[in-house]
């Protein structure tokens, strides 16, 4: 369970930073997989958790092209 917090924590504390929930989820997905490296867990969810890390990193490849650009929009409070 801690580790699991610990991937949440991460993923909250970008978004918080920054307010983009792309980076958010291109920084999470594989500390996943580090943590559970560092916590000992079989070398199944080991990678298992890095190959869904590789899946999410790619299905953010249009997201990564607009944050090297400083293209990618943040989440804001705008009112309507």
Do not use: Q
């Amino acid at each position: 369970l801690v580790g699991s917090e610990m991937c949440i924590e991460t993923g909250l504390l970008v978004f918080k930073a920054k307010h983009i929930v792309s980076l958010s989820s291109i920084i999470a997905a594989p500390v996943v997989a580090l943590v559970l490296l560092i916590e000992g867990a079989s070398a199944e969810y080991v990678i298992f958790a890095a190959l869904a890390a590789v899946i999410v990193i790619g299905k953010h490849k249009d997201n990564i092209k607009r944050l090297l650009k400083g293209e990618e929009k943040p989440i804001t409070r705008e009112k309507r």
